[in-house]
């Protein structure tokens, strides 16, 4: 991970000195956070997923200790390029420092008012308002949303970007909007946790290269799904297939936001290479953010999606929605999230039933000490049903809680 994280930022910084005549300008910012959780059973079966549990929170158990360390390093140029790598410093699933986003950014000067933009590298889609803060976290809570929180573990984008905009104020209008295409590699799994694991809430982001344990589940270890290992490495190349996703941002001045999403990784279903086969994995995203006056906002996003594997052997659709009301006033903020999600077993492989659906309420309340330091503490209500637990004959239905107390920090 170390090494992969000090080659990118290299590649990176000197291409910019090779697109620029001055030297470059860096910019280091990071946020992190300290925290004391409890967590509501701790049955075997609420084990978290990297640790072979079915559990959908990221903790089993009490635990105190650092959450995930992310860090921005911002570099400018003279020119038009610029470049920018997003990298965190994590112990769970396993303790290490990793990339999670590198990518150059070409931006020239407007034509006729057009804004056109263009990146290369490894990147989320934009298609997120929740997950708008540092290094692609969240501004409202620890915790992400069940969306989110997938996009952070399997979606990921080696490849380009261009985009071009209309900026609202240069044509005398309170409407702008931006039009996105982009073409990738290297997420080929995708779906493979959302199959089996289903969704879940947390806050960990899979860095590049870094491999994703879940439940030895035994429908796995016989039969036609006998070399699929439970573990997945989300940004693997197999199949040399070209995915790409295309999104427009609509923006009415500065009180709503919509961005609207398709993105198709273009799998092969029936590639198996490097110990895992290729997925399909397509779905449709619509986030929304509206601003009720100086102390409300309330975001949305609806995702909803098919994913493949084999001939047949695992045929998923997934939906989640989620409605996050967030309020502030001076040092002190206030969220309040509900999150629903469901995915459909469609295929007829016996004994491997992937059915799951679940109903999750975040509760989180901050307080700012300066600039640099806010304590805040969360709640997480979670009701799930996932099929595949009678594996193990534990009981399908769940109920689980997680009570967290977390100090965030920031730099500069």
Known sequence: MIAMTTRMTCCVLC????????????????????????????APLNKTWFNRGTGQL?????????????????????????????????????????????????????????????????????????????????????TFSAINSWVAEEIRARGGELSIGRPGHFFQSSQSWTAFIGAFQGNDPAGTILAWRGFALHNLQTGLGERVDFANYLSLQTGPLVLQNPWVEPTRELDHRTGYYVGLHWQYGQHTRIRAYYYDNNGDPLVFSHQQYGWRTRFNSIAMQHFINENWQLVAQWLDGNTLMGPGAVDADFTAWFLLAHWQRGAISATVRYDDFNVVDKDTIPNDNNNGNGQAILLALSYSLNDQLNVGVERVMLNSEQQNRQQWAWPVKQQQTLSKLVLTWRWP
């Open 58 to 142: 990221d903790f089993a158990e009490s635990a105190i200790g650092p959450g995930p360390q992310y860090f921005t390093l911002d570099a400018a140029t003279d020119s038009a390029f610029s470049g920018r790598i997003h990298a965190q410093w994590h112990n769970r699933p396993e303790t290490g420092l990793s990339i999670t986003e590198a990518w150059l950014n070409w931006a020239p000067l407007p034509v006729n008012g057009y804004r056109l933009r263009a990146r290369i590298g490894y990147f989320y889609p934009q298609l997120s308002l929740e997950n708008t803060d540092t290094a692609w976290t969240s501004p409202y809570s620890s």
């Open 15 to 42: 291409c910019l000195l090779a697109c620029s005549s001055k030297a470059v300008e860096l910019t280091f910012s990071g946020k992190g956070e300290i925290f004391i959780s409890q967590q509501e059973p701790a």
